[in-house]
């Protein structure tokens, strides 16, 4: 009797955690179907003007170009910050010297620094090389993500040294034990990065925000801010509209990767 009300009882929790994490995207859901003063009074059930808000939102702007320009950024910067801080991490892991240890310490350390803090050095320094209102000017500093480097070297620490050994025996260099050997017995890690870096890529916005200056190289997160301030009242039922498309990559990519996503992240624990 006892363990059935207490069984009773956690799924009691779990249902009321579970309501309180989905909440939010009926919400949002169920708001790109109803008017600007629906949403504003507290309408949470589903309305009939989900055409109307898509229509307003793509006729006030080019969203599918807009679109195209987060998937282009978040796309690019996902290859080249998987293949450099992968190599870098594999580097710091099997090449270790007591002067990389010393980089690699003073990386951690620069994790430590808010990103907000870098935001006008980078401006400058992209106003510099005449990068700014580029897409190039927001890619650039997100290739070499230390948290990435530090995720990578902790999944490359399970990796045996007698396979790589191997490797050299049978005369392959290190650049092609890392991409023959290394990198397809890694996938899962690599899943999980990609989820990491795509994320933080596509939700980026305060270097997008001071970097880009015109509308035609706008990302996504800058129009749904745009469309909080682009009048005197706010469409509500539009902006929910807007953020469930720029939610769909995300949730696409997750449901492809999440298996791997789940054992790369376990096998960087382990690590």
Not at 54 to 76: E, Q, R
Not at 78 to 90: D, I, N, P, R, Y
Not at 137 to 146: C, D, G, K, M, R
């Amino acid at each position: 009797m006892k363990t059935k009300l207490l069984d009773t009882a956690r799924y009691l929790l779990l249902i009321v955690f579970s309501f309180i994490s989905i909440f939010p995207f009926y919400w949002m859901v169920a708001g790109a179907t109803n008017t600007s003063n629906q949403i504003a009074e507290g309408k949470i059930t589903f309305g009939t003007h989900l055409i109307q808000n898509i229509s307003d939102l793509f006729n006030g702007y080019n969203v599918s170009l807009i679109m195209w320009n987060s998937l282009k950024i978040s796309f690019v910067t996902v290859v080249l910050s998987l293949l450099v801080t992968s190599l870098a991490a594999f580097g710091f892991e099997k090449f270790k010297t007591k002067k990389s240890e010393i980089i690699y310490a003073l990386f951690l350390l620069f994790m430590m620094i808010p990103f907000a803090a870098l935001v006008i050095p980078l401006f400058r320094m992209m106003a510099g090389f005449h990068l700014v209102n580029q897409h190039i000017a927001i890619i650039l500093p997100a290739v070499s993500n230390l948290f990435l480097i530090f995720f990578f070297r902790q999944s490359f620490k399970s990796f045996p040294d007698e396979i790589i050994d191997s490797g050299r025996v049978e005369g392959a260099g290190s650049y092609a034990i890392f991409f023959r050997i290394v990198f397809p017995m890694m996938k899962s890690t690599y899943a999980a990065a990609t989820i990491y870096a795509f994320m933080t890529s596509w939700n980026s916005y305060l270097l997008p925000l001071i970097i880009l200056q015109t509308e035609d190289k706008y990302t996504m997160t800058l129009l749904i801010s745009g469309l909080s301030s682009s009048s005197y009242v706010a469409n509500y039922g539009v902006q929910m509209v807007a953020i469930i498309i720029a939610t769909i990559p995300t949730l696409i990519l997750f449901m492809f990767m999440q298996r791997s996503f789940v054992a790369g992240m376990l096998g960087s624990i382990k690590g």
